[in-house]
Nanobody, 123 residues
Framework: QVQLVESGGGLVQPGGSLRLSCAASGGAFDALAIAWFRQAPGKEREGVSC????????ATADSVKGRFTISRDNTKNTVYLQMDSLKPEDTAVYYCAAVKSVYCSLIPLYSYWGQGTRVTVSS
């Protein structure tokens, strides 16, 4: 059973940066495609970015393209989401999700989910 633990959320001013981490345990990390999703109050869960196992191919939502960068460190069993130029509309709970697959997607068909970390962008 894969366990995922997110960290790095918090309160940041507009234009600021945060780096979220997703630490995985209980499975072969390099066999997991991993994604970040977010859910704002009253809205549906949205795929933000994901990273595949093969050639670390990534996908990013248009709403964050050019501002958010996903990466993985297989030696640390961790995926990161670097978030720059944050906007108030980025405020949400951010979830890490994983699936045993080569390729990732921004559709929430993932087997394993973390508990989420809250990001608030406000002055």
């Amino acid at each position: 059973q894969v366990q995922l633990v997110e960290s790095g959320g918090g309160l940041v001013q507009p234009g600021g940066s945060l780096r979220l981490s997703c630490a995985a345990s209980g499975g072969a990390f390099d066999a997991l495609a991993i994604a970040w999703f977010r859910q704002a109050p009253g809205k549906e869960r949205e795929g933000v970015s994901c990273i595949s196992t093969k050639d670390e191919i990534t996908a990013t939502a248009d709403s964050v393209k050019g501002r958010f960068t996903i990466s993985r460190d297989n030696t640390k069993n961790t995926v990161y989401l670097q978030m720059d130029s944050l906007k108030p509309e980025d405020t949400a709970v951010y979830y890490c999700a994983a699936v045993k697959s080569v390729y990732c997607s921004l559709i929430p068909l993932y087997s394993y989910w973390g508990q989420g970390t809250r990001v608030t962008v406000s002055s």
